[in-house]
Nanobody, 115 residues
Framework: EVMLVESGGGLVQPGGSLRLSCAAS????????MSWVRQAPGKGLDWVSGINSGGGSTYTDSVKGRFTISRDNAKNTLYLQMNSLKPEDTAVYYC?????????WGQGTQVTVSS
């Protein structure tokens, strides 16, 4: 069974940092592109960042220079290092993989940026 499990969220003050993790299982993690997607309260899903199987990464403009996506293929784990957090980064963060044309999602991890 293909599974994604996110962790690392929490409450942080503006300007602070968090590192999210996504543990993957049930598929050959190293062969797949992965993404982070977030959903702010009362809003739709918003793509944040993606990383391909070769390690190449892309970001939405609002997080460029603040967030860094990475992967550890030996640990089957995806990461999102988030620095200089802003209140508008408050959301549930999900990792995602497209597996055999199906989108697979984790349960999400809540990030709240507030003083």
């Amino acid at each position: 069974e293909v599974m994604l499990v996110e962790s690392g969220g929490g409450l942080v003050q503006p300007g602070g940092s968090l590192r999210l993790s996504c543990a993957a299982s049930g598929f050959t993690f190293s062969s797949y592109a992965m993404s982070w997607v977030r959903q702010a309260p009362g809003k739709g899903l918003d793509w944040v960042s993606g990383i391909n199987s070769g390690g190449g990464s892309t970001y939405t403009d609002s997080v460029k220079g603040r967030f860094t996506i990475s992967r550890d293929n030996a640990k089957n784990t995806l990461y999102l290092q988030m620095n200089s957090l802003k209140p508008e980064d408050t959301a549930v963060y999900y990792c995602n993989v497209i597996y055999w044309d199906r989108g697979i999602w984790g349960q999400g991890t809540q990030v709240t940026v507030s003083s």
